[in-house]
């Protein structure tokens, strides 16, 4: 550990730690044919993958009326629930690098934009959750990413402060949380932002494969 600059890592969830992608736009398909009547054009489909990472009622309140967006979240979360399990999978090698970054003495927490319970349950589903000291959900706090309030209340949970912590996302909303907190941040290109989507938000790190965030900071 003495070599090890993070002693903390947080993490965000989808995308991240967990591809989610294929649940995330079946969901939203599904969601405007059942409550609009249609499939979501590709400019609607763009924009909505430009909102990964922020709040569900955020992201849909872009496409109808604010008294629509109920109707939408709830056909969303319907879809999502039944369809969980099948259409969520761990990315590959991220359970080695957990086990090696624990076995090393590094502690950890999630810090995601699902409900608490929904983070879980991917979690638990492929054996992740015991990793993790604390996870942050979307109804655990008021402010919601790019706001740093969720990594500020992950930070407070574990009893650390800024320094020695790296946020690790794949979202510009993920950097930009993490910076406005004052951790370092990581950003990983598994998931589904290009590099370009970080112009304005770049990150201190860039991660390439899974097994790299074993060489952050040392």
Sequence with gaps: M???????YLFDLDGTLIDSIELIVESFRHTFRINLGADPTPDEERRWRAGFG?????QLAKFVSLDQVDDLVDGYRTFTHEHHDRLIRPYSGISEALMALQRSGV?????????????R??????????????VV?????SEHK????????????????PSNVVFVGDS???IRAGRSAGVDTAAVVWGPFEKTAFVNAPPDYWLSEPGELLDLGC
Excluded: C, W
């Design 2 to 8: 003495a070599s090890r600059k993070y002693s903390t």
């Design 137 to 141: 959900g979307m109804d655990d706090v």
């Design 107 to 119: 502690r950890m927490g999630i810090v995601t934009s699902k409900t608490n319970l929904l983070a």
């Design 146 to 161: 790019p706001h740093p309030a969720p990594v500020i209340e992950a930070l407070s949970r574990m009893s650390v402060g």
């Design 172 to 174: 510009p909303h993920d």
């Design 54 to 58: 922020t709040p569900l009622r955020t």
């Design 121 to 134: 349950r991917g979690l638990q589903l492929y054996g992740l959750e015991d990793y993790f000291e604390t």
